[in-house]
């Protein structure tokens, strides 16, 4: 049986003895001690931010919400494909600024234009309005870039990780049919798939690593409105067919979101949509939010996703 990192052992110990006390004195969680806690959390323990060649912000304008994004192209002279990254935060935490070192890394490793997305978060914007930005900039991304004079090539591939990696997946399941909107690849990273909660690895895994049982619940809560169909807004149960992009998988094994990673996986081979998954065993959710305690799991995983996306 696997046991958690050594890496991430100490870390976690003590996170669990601040959770227990905060439970024992009945703190409120609220969605500004949640962002704080997640853009806290990343600035300690992702400290190298490598430099890209050219970063700049932008607004989309899609006919409705203008969303700010901001551009991170590692290569201004050269032609590249482009890369919509939606961020981790369970729909209510989480933004451009939290994740600008994490999207510097993923423009190194693959090569391509990112654009990371300022898309609306619950409680205060609830389904599906985030995910109607998230969709809307993958149609109308291309005319800011050339406002912005960037070299691209129009293949679009869409990363995500956590709560952004159930939107990359919703946005890729919603453009199969749409001839307009071709997505050539995804990368999900321990992403959420289904918002009814059905599988083994929330409760085995639902306590004492980071991502807890009861706090999935509360953001959900939070993100869905009365009466909202759940199980038909999630990814893993909104159809998986042949015309689904290419995708990577990023799982870890002491996860609560694993078990229905690997559902979506067993989907895909039966749809026979090419994939290819990457688990490590003794890694949490969010590591790549922690990469100071593991460097190599997270080394491996940029590599994996720019090996990908280069392909």
Not at 200 to 220: A, K, V
Request: net charge negative; glycine share 6%; with cysteine.
């Amino acid at each position: 049986m696997s046991t958690v990192n050594p890496g991430l052992r100490p870390w976690l110990d003590n996170l669990n003895q601040l959770m227990d006390a905060a439970r024992a004195s009945h703190a409120t969680a609220t969605p500004v001690n949640v962002r704080e806690a997640l853009a806290n959390m990343t600035a300690a323990l992702v400290s190298e931010r490598p430099d890209t060649a050219w970063v700049g912000d932008a607004m989309v304008d899609t006919g409705a919400y203008p969303v700010p994004v901001r551009l991170y192209d590692p290569a201004p002279e050269k032609e590249k494909p482009v890369c919509l990254f939606f961020h981790g935060g369970g729909h209510m935490a989480g933004s451009i600024t939290v994740y600008d070192p994490i999207c510097r890394k993923l423009a190194r490793a693959s090569g391509q234009l990112v654009v990371s997305v300022e898309y609306r978060l619950a409680p205060e914007c609830p389904y599906p309005l985030g995910l109607e930005d998230c969709l809307a900039v993958a149609r109308h991304i291309w005319p800011t870039l050339e406002h912005k004079q960037r070299k691209v090539r129009r293949r679009l591939a869409l990363v995500g990780d956590s709560g952004g990696g159930t939107l990359a997946a919703s946005v890729s399941a919603l453009a199969r049919d749409d001839d307009a909107l071709h997505i050539d690849k995804q990368v999900l990273i321990y992403p959420s798939l289904d918002y009814a909660l059905e599988h083994p690895s929330i409760h085995e895994n639902g306590r004492g690593y980071l991502l807890e049982e009861e706090r999935i619940h509360w953001y959900f809560d939070a993100y869905f409105k009365p009466g909202d169909d759940r199980r038909a807004a999630s990814p893993l149960h909104m159809g998986v067919n042949e015309r689904l992009p290419e995708t990577l998988m990023v799982t870890a094994g002491f996860c609560p979101l694993r078990d229905e990673a690997l559902a979506y996986l067993e989907r895909l081979d039966q749809a026979r949509v090419p994939n290819q998954h990457l688990h490590l065993d003794d890694m949490i959710h969010a590591y790549l939010n922690l990469e100071d305690l593991v460097p190599e799991a997270c080394a491996q995983t940029y590599r994996a996703i720019g090996g990908f996306l280069r392909g």
